[in-house]
């Protein structure tokens, strides 16, 4: 079985967001980037379908240079190859369309994309890989085995989930629950000094066009100010949200 | 040319969601000068879509559960139907999955999360959240065939009464899918997340899974959704689907109600977009104040 891991680089969670140029570019000074977060769970649950089954594990990042950090760390966590697509990632359908040229090359039977990235939260970049390629696909994904070709996998939809059987190729939009955050896999020595060694191949764009652009970003206003209620004061509190916030 | 919304209905009655979204359509309606289509699937109070300002709803059945290869099939063949200039969708977990099949197929510029009706129509710009609520941006989609995503509780639901022509007759060619339903786990008799308009949260502070009856008591007093901080879902206490934060779920409650949750910079994104919150906590210097 072979696995395509879409990688996200984003601002680590705990970042603060600023923003440059009049307010067009996003401030990267003293921004630590990692693996998104959804990408990482589906990246651990590969690996656990590798050590099972022997399946091999690509991960691809559509992105310029810097992201190749990321990459590595892929890699350092298991990974057996990782592309890159040399291109900055202008809008979602361009960053699936890149994704499914270099899938043209290679056949995947799984791919997996976090359902969301946490920096532009388009949340829409597999299902294009799906739509594009004509692929079965299942977001929200919080659960999946794999078994003679046939997948069995577990969508969260809003309150409750289901079950749902599919042949392979599949495409599956990961989220937490697929893996514990318990699992996720801190790279050790060896597998650092291992990454180094293993390929990272730069592919070059063949996709031209925009179809959603970037205008401007702002921050959110100000936090307004606090309201502090004695605990032994509750009449108040209840008051505030009735008569005034009229939220209860 | 028109603007076609996907009303959401479940168990045959549009939810709120669906009456937000129509609401949301209208305004892009009168932008743009030109009549509001919704769409609905399995839906048995059509008519009520008119009190939000649709003029004609496509009204289609879909057999079998919910498949979003099929329902998104279905959308875009009413769009082409339509020549629909711009599609609105809301952001449930139904519609996040089967909205860029439909994007894909219409060759639409597709933007999610937005917070507002549109700044502009020509150039089509919108505002929406970014960085997981800590920031926004402008977008702006360039394509001829524009499609949005509206973030929950963003527009609010609005009257603008008019009557609704309902097509029943519309019956799209469908699409086939070997992927099946083999198991439906749903609460039938709690509030979920996604659809409350209050919400409780409990942290750590609540010291073990063992308190939280002292959650679930005022939620359900409240006729609220229960949530939780992310700490709680990682040691077990709460499942993970009630995690709210940048890697949980958003919640966009007109209430939010968090007892023993700090307020870490990653818990509150996930809940800037609520409009009232109270925070119960000892500690004057947690960073939720």
Redesign the interface.
Same mark, same amino acid.
């Given at each position: 079985m072979k696995i395509l891991v879409c990688i996200s680089h984003v601002?680590d969670?705990?970042s603060k967001?600023n *923003?440059v140029e009049n307010d067009t570019q996003f401030d990267t000074q003293g921004v630590q980037y990692i693996i998104n977060? #959804?990408d990482e769970f589906g990246l651990t649950r590969s690996m656990w379908f590798k050590e099972k089954s022997g399946a091999s594990v690509d991960v691809i990042s559509v992105g310029t240079a810097e992201t190749e950090a990321t990459l590595r760390k892929a890699l350092a966590i298991g990974a057996d190859n990782a592309i890159r697509v040399n291109a900055t990632a202008r809008?979602?359908?361009q960053v699936?369309k890149e994704i499914v040229a270099v899938m043209q090359e290679n056949s995947y039977d799984l791919v997996i994309a976090g359902r969301e990235s946490?920096?532009?939260?388009?949340?829409?970049? +597999?299902?294009?890989i799906?739509?594009?390629t004509g692929m #079965?696909?299942? #977001? #929200?994904c919080?659960g999946l085995e794999i078994e003679d070709n046939q997948a069995?996998a577990i969508? $969260?939809?809003?309150?409750?989930? $289901?079950?749902?059987?599919? +042949?392979l190729p599949l495409v599956i939009?990961a989220?937490?629950?697929l893996v $514990?955050?318990?699992d996720l896999r801190i790279p050790n020595m060896r597998g650092i000094m291992m990454a180094r060694k293993k390929p990272l191949t730069v592919v070059e764009p063949t996709q031209e066009g =925009? =179809?959603?652009?970037?205008?401007? *970003? $702002?921050?959110?206003a100000p936090k307004g100010a606090?309201k502090?209620v004695d605990p032994e004061n509750i009449d108040e509190?209840i008051s505030l949200?009735h008569n005034e916030?009229k939220?209860? | 040319m028109s603007v076609l919304v996907y009303a959401e209905s479940e168990n045959g009655q549009l939810k709120k969601i669906a009456l937000e979204l129509a609401s949301f359509g209208k305004a892009i309606a009168d932008q743009l000068n030109t009549n509001l289509v919704a769409v609905t699937i399995n839906c048995d109070n059509n008519d009520l879509l008119g009190t939000y300002g649709v003029n004609e709803v496509l009204a289609t059945s879909h057999q079998g559960d919910f498949n979003a290869q099929q329902y998104a099939a279905i959308l875009s063949e009413a769009a082409k139907s339509k020549e629909a200039q711009t599609i609105a969708v809301s952001s449930s977990a139904d519609s996040r999955f089967l909205a860029p099949l439909v994007a894909v197929a219409l060759n639409a510029g597709y933007v999610t999360n937005v917070v507002g009706a549109p700044i502009s129509s020509n150039p089509f710009q919108v505002k929406r959240s970014v960085f997981t609520n800590k920031a926004f941006s402008v977008s702006e989609i360039t394509t001829q065939v524009k499609m949005v995503g509206l973030s929950k509780n963003a527009f609010g639901v609005h009257e603008n009464p008019t009557t609704a022509t309902i097509i029943t007759n519309f019956s799209p060619a469908g699409v086939t899918s070997d992927m099946k339903v083999t198991a439906l786990d749903k609460a039938t008799d709690t509030v979920t997340i996604a659809d409350a308009e209050i919400v409780v949260s409990g942290g750590r502070g609540l010291k073990g899974p063992e308190n939280w009856h002292l959650i679930e008591d005022l939620a359900n007093t409240l006729g609220a959704a229960t949530a939780c901080s992310k700490p709680v879902s990682d040691m077990g206490w709460r499942p993970h689907s009630e995690h709210v934060g940048q890697t949980g779920k958003p919640v966009a409650s007109n209430l939010y109600i968090a007892i023993g949750v700090s307020g870490a910079i990653q818990h509150l994104a996930g809940i800037n977009s609520s409009k009232v919150k109270v925070v119960i906590n000892n500690d004057p210097e947690a960073p939720f104040f």
């Open positions: 601002p969670t705990t967001i *923003f977060p #959804n809008d979602a359908q699936a946490i920096d532009y939260n388009g949340g829409m970049v +597999p299902g294009m799906a739509a594009l #079965n696909y299942l #977001n #929200n919080i069995t969508r $969260e939809m809003d309150g409750g989930k $289901e079950t749902i059987t599919s +042949p939009g989220q937490k629950g $514990e955050e318990s =925009q =179809q959603v652009q970037t205008v401007s *970003f $702002e921050k959110p606090v502090l509190l949200l916030a939220v209860i | -």
